[in-house]
């Protein structure tokens, strides 16, 4: 086992493969060392205001950090479901201090924008410095998932706020499906966001998770996704799937904004998402709300579909329309449901033009539907 103060992610990340929790991946613990300096490197350097404390002296002078070199920040990149969400959780983890955030880029990004638009009501000429200062205040360690610049007001701002946050001692942790070079691709303007892709390279340092194991793999393949009444507890069941999706994690609540309005998704941990049927599809939702969702997961879990037919035919046509979405952004469906997909809309008005979708639900069940 690894020394938990001179390797303190590496650490975590035998006791969890200990305790069964993971599988060991070769091409996770390639990415450790540099976790590890990182974490020490925080640990050391002294808050703000501040010549050093306790934490700090301990590790400045029981260890020292494996060799290498320490960015201000990492850059962990790779295909979904090769555990980055999981490594950056170590990260906050083990890292012995109390001024660590944990939260998801887009979630990030809005609150960036709230300041921005309080800051621009006070009249500062620059709402970008007093977004920074706040967050520098309270965060060391600003860890954030899923890194994807997809909005122009976003891109337009993202560059000059890092830039304030490395010049404040913040250290930042990310992950991100994509490559540098390919965040906010062919996105509006985007010789303005050339910059901070430079600035990323610089400060930060880009390592890629290049893992051939989808770890979000093990239940989809082979398992089963459907679950009708014939299932026994079907919640008790799901609840199973949501912890081995997210490794137990908490639920909470996420806010997706869409074109102007804010869409909730009751339960949610990185990429994984879970919510009732009425929460989905009983509100007067539409393509785009859909869209956003299939793009901002990649499993999905729905509970209590129910009976579909002409009494619920409003709720019907959005279930479709959700459907749509989550395949072809390839998402992983886990539901459970009044019946399998060819026998929830029996009849009526609209049960012709069901059996697309139920054709696609059966399709999705597969083993290996979701894979790369």
């Not at 960015?71 to 950056?88: D, F, H, T």
């Not at 997809?150 to 001692?169: N, P, S, Y």
């Not at 994690?249 to 804010?262: D, F, K, M, T, V």
């Amino acid at each position: 086992m690894a020394d938990p103060v001179s390797h303190p992610v590496t650490a975590a990340y035998d006791r969890i493969v200990a305790e069964g929790r993971i599988k060991d991946d070769a091409a996770q613990r390639t990415v450790l060392p540099a976790l590890d300096r990182l974490v020490a490197a925080v640990a050391r350097a002294p808050a703000a205001g501040k010549p050093g404390g306790l934490l700090g002296r301990i590790f400045g002078a029981a260890a020292k950090p494996p060799p290498g070199p320490v960015a201000r920040g990492v850059y962990l990149w790779g295909g979904v479901g090769r555990g980055k969400s999981m490594l950056m959780d170590l990260v906050v983890e083990a890292a012995p201090i109390e001024k660590k955030r944990r939260v998801h880029f887009h979630e990030f990004m809005q609150e960036v924008q709230s300041g921005l638009n309080d800051a621009r009501l006070r009249g500062d000429a620059d709402a970008v410095r007093p977004v920074a200062e706040t967050i520098a205040a309270s965060t060391r360690l600003l860890c954030f998932d899923e890194m994807q610049i997809t909005d122009i007001a976003d891109a337009m701002i993202v560059g000059r706020l890092f830039q304030l946050l490395f010049e404040k001692g913040v250290t930042v942790v990310t992950t991100s499906n994509r490559v540098p070079e390919d965040l906010y691709k062919n996105g509006l303007n985007r010789q303005l966001f050339l910059p901070f892709i430079a600035l990323i390279r610089e400060r930060m340092q880009v390592i890629r998770l290049d893992s051939d194991r989808d770890h979000r793999q093990g239940r989809a393949a082979g398992g089963q996704v459907w679950f009708t009444p014939e299932d026994g507890d079907r919640r008790t069941t799901l609840d199973e799937i949501w912890a081995e999706l997210t490794g137990a994690a908490p639920a909470r609540p996420r806010a997706l904004e869409i074109r102007g309005r804010s869409v909730t998704i009751p339960a949610a941990h990185d990429r994984v998402a879970r919510a009732d049927f009425y929460d989905l599809c009983g509100r007067p939702l539409g393509p785009a709300d859909y869209l956003a969702i299939a793009d901002a997961f990649d499993a999905l879990i729905i509970d209590d579909i129910p009976w579909l037919g002409p009494a619920n035919y409003d709720m019907a046509k959005r279930f479709v329309t959700l459907v749509d979405a989550l395949y072809e952004a390839k998402v992983r469906l886990y539901a459970s449901a009044a019946a399998e997909p060819d026998r929830l809309y029996p009849e009526g008005r609209g049960a012709f033009e069901f059996e697309r979708t139920a054709s696609r639900l059966n399709e999705m069940q597969a083993a290996d539907w979701a894979a790369p």
